[in-house]
């Protein structure tokens, strides 16, 4: 066969201001898209010679094929189906033809319907639809598209029939082309009409050619785009233009990644990858005749023709982006041969893939291990039958004896990243499985070719989306994304999405896109992928009709395309923390102000810190000590930088702080409790204030944040409540039994007081342990200068060891809980790769 290039000079004779645009798809949809076509074509031909070529109405060529095994089987519905397909076409005709023309065009058009019902009849007869027959009635759907845009165009427009210009093998529904004779017809053809006419227009069919006995074949699905470049590489076009219903080759699926944007320039051999590995844009060997003539396609979209679209061509041109495109393979089935009898064993690679060749099998991905050991390839899910039998044939000895065995993985997705700039440039593999890794997606298979233009993996079905996603965001993302499921809609969760609605534009001005796609209470969940209107969110969850449950929201998340998730949990329940191995599972981050996780018994906080550690997520609960203050940071900022934490004495319940510091000596006790709770300063049951055991959990937080192997029971609590008032459910007639015990307060306080003292119920953290209770302190202490609801944290430490390090603070309410919350949201942006 003769190569492309040495058919130049004939072109050259030829060449001139010549376009080749091809439509095809959506584009040809509907009578209105073959008016847009042709208001594109006319304006193009006011500037340089045009020669069009087209694909099928949308849709024709499988109902084409429909109808043919329709009349092999003698499915009564045949004929009407013809009819409604012809009715279509018939139409069409109608409602684009100009003047003159519609007389002439429904003759035309008539004759090849005609001959069509001939081809469908004959397969009907014989019962038989052959390759052969197949690719006639294919042909039909070029053939009338082809006719009627001729028709919209009007004068000097007229169809071309491609199966009197390129030349194929006999190989029915998947045709070589033969490019010698292919090129030699095309030159003369066009040649003479160009000397004919400048105002010739002509329209040629895509997809459809014949044998050099004039049979006619296809050159595969999307054949069109090949038809394209076919015919631009033999005339020297200045430019194919492949119009589409896109605005040009995109950076991924934007079915599967929201953020996909149109890339303006791709080179050849990146257009080639990226077609090869699943972008739909252009047929892979659609490229190919324009590499060879050095012609630039041009991807455009007909629905929006001011868009520039995305420009194929030779040449490196600079671009601060490695990598140019994530695509993805679905239906894929890993095989892997494995065993002994493969190490040191030459020519296994050969008898492989030479057995899969004998059965037709498409290789699509290979990596064997260096130990010669395995072998690994992926194929289409159609093609694992043939591909076992293949290797079973292949292998039978090595097989029988058990020294080789194959293994099979299904339902699996190939994921490639493309780019002429990942070639030299170090760390691309890096930073492609380590955000991979990071969100707990699993590897099956790795390929790299020697151009270092591709990266390829394998990864379960399941994990395509995910995968897709995170590659596209650790390559082209310059905002750091963040989608969150509030959990909770009491004070504080309100409090939170208020607080994001307010500062949902400074953060995106800052690149930050926080997005609040679910929110729930304890009943209902309301969810929204792309995000939450947060102005509304309070009636929308009131009618959500989803039922909460951990698994459902589980569900809904995998659904959202941006990688990174995190579950705000504002609750107080324990139930939902025993879903949180489940959340990290489904790679989610956690962000919450409930202490329940960080107080659980050693083992099971072990295992849930393990596993934050394993799936390499983030675990933040900044609110959990302190509220908004910045407790537990400042802490871990201490232990990073070297420091040595010696004692913690802390104010850490707002609610104790707020009783001790409006003890006067005149209110009893029990009156500044009932006022407190009255003021929404206490719990429901003042018990669990008053119990102490609030300031306990704060203590064992504090001390597994310093590595410290604590159990809540084993810490020594002061209680308030007297032992008699203890048990049972609380009542309003808490606070007259409370006030009977008012004495011994008392007795307390002012004790304190005649010693220049001050009465606080403080937590403390040592080489003694942890313990809680009432403590007198001076009134230099800086305990003593406590307002409010504050919260008082002091750390001594060696750095702090002659003036300790004083935190203080509102410790309690809605408000301050939720940027706290809200802090530590921003901390995880911060983390999150940009």
Known sequence: ????????????????????????????????????????????????????????????????????????????????????????????????????????????????????RNALTGIHLLTDAHPRALDLVASFGERMSALILAAALGRGAFSVDTRELIVTDDQFTRAAVLFEPTNERLVSHFRRL???????????????????????????????????????????????????????????????????????????????????????????????????????????????????????????????????????????????????????????????????????????????????????????????????????????????????????????????????????????????????????????????????????????????????????EAFFGTTRKLAIAVLGVGNIGKALLTQLRSQRSDLLARGFDIRVVAVANSRRLLFNADGLPLARWPDDLAAATTVMSPDELIRRLATVSVPDRAIIDCTASEMLVASYADFLNADCHLVTPNKKANVLPPDAYDNLMNLVAKRRKRFLFEANVGAGLPVISTLHDLVASGDTVERIEGILSGTLSSLFNRMNGNTRFSDLVLSARDEGLTEPDPRDDLSGQDVARKLLILARQLGRRLALNKIPVESLVPAALRKGPFRESFFVKLARHDEAMSRRWSAAHRRGRVLRYVGTLDSRGARAGLVEFPESHPFAHARGSDNVIVFTTARYATTPLVIQGPGAGADVTAMGVFSDVLKLMHSLPS
């Open 194 to 472: 160009m000397a004919r006419s400048k105002q010739a227009l002509p329209v040629v069919t895509g997809f459809i050619a014949a044998t050099l006995d004039g049979r006619t074949t296809t050159i595969g699905r999307n054949g069109s785009d090949y038809t394209a470049s076919i015919v631009g590489a033999a005339l020297s076009a200045t430019s194919i233009e492949i119009w589409t219903d896109v605005d040009g080759i995109l950076s991924a699926d934007p079915r599967v990644v929201a953020g996909a944007f149109v890339v303006p320039r791709v080179s050849y051999e990146e257009a080639m990858e990226m077609s090869y590995f699943g972008a739909n844009v252009l047929h892979p060997a659609a490229i190919l005749p324009a590499v060879r003539a050095g012609i630039p396609l041009v991807v455009r979209n007909t629905l929006r023709p001011g868009a520039p679209g995305t420009r194929i061509a030779s040449g490196p041109e600079p671009d601060p982006r490695v990598a140019k495109g994530i695509t993805s393979i679905g239906g894929m089935t890993l095989l892997t041969l494995r065993g002994a009898g493969l190490v040191g064993v030459p020519g296994v690679a050969h008898r492989l893939f030479g057995a899969l060749a004998s059965r037709e099998v498409n290789v699509i991905l290979i990596s064997q291990a260096s130990s010669e050991h395995t072998i690994c390839f992926a194929v289409a899910e159609t093609d694992a039958p043939r591909a076992r039998l293949a290797i079973a044939a292949g292998f039978h000895r090595e097989m029988t004896e058990g020294l080789v065995s194959l293994e099979e993985s299904g339902d699996r997705t190939i994921v490639a990243i493309v780019g002429d700039g990942m070639r030299g440039t170090p760390g691309v593999s890096g930073r492609v499985f380590d955000s991979l890794g990071r969100h707990g997606v699993s590897i099956n298979a790795i390929a790299q070719g020697a151009s270092e233009r591709n990266i390829s993996f394998v990864v379960d079905r399941r994990q395509a989306s995910l995968a897709v996603n995170v590659v596209h």
């Open 1 to 116: 066969m003769t190569p492309l290039s040495t058919f130049g000079a004939s072109a050259a004779r030829i060449r001139g201001l010549m376009i080749v645009m091809k439509f095809g798809g959506s584009s040809l949809a509907t009578p209105r898209r073959l008016e847009t076509v042709a208001r594109l074509v006319l304006a193009a031909r006011k500037r340089r010679r045009v020669v069009v070529v087209v694909s099928a109405f949308q849709g024709v060529t499988n109902d084409l094929l429909t109808l043919a095994r329709m009349a092999e089987s003698g499915d009564p519905a045949l004929w009407p189906s013809f009819r409604r397909l012809a009715r279509r076409h018939t139409t069409a005709l109608s409602a684009v033809a100009g003047a003159g023309r519609p007389g002439r065009s429904r003759l035309e058009l008539v004759t090849r319907l005609e001959e069509l």
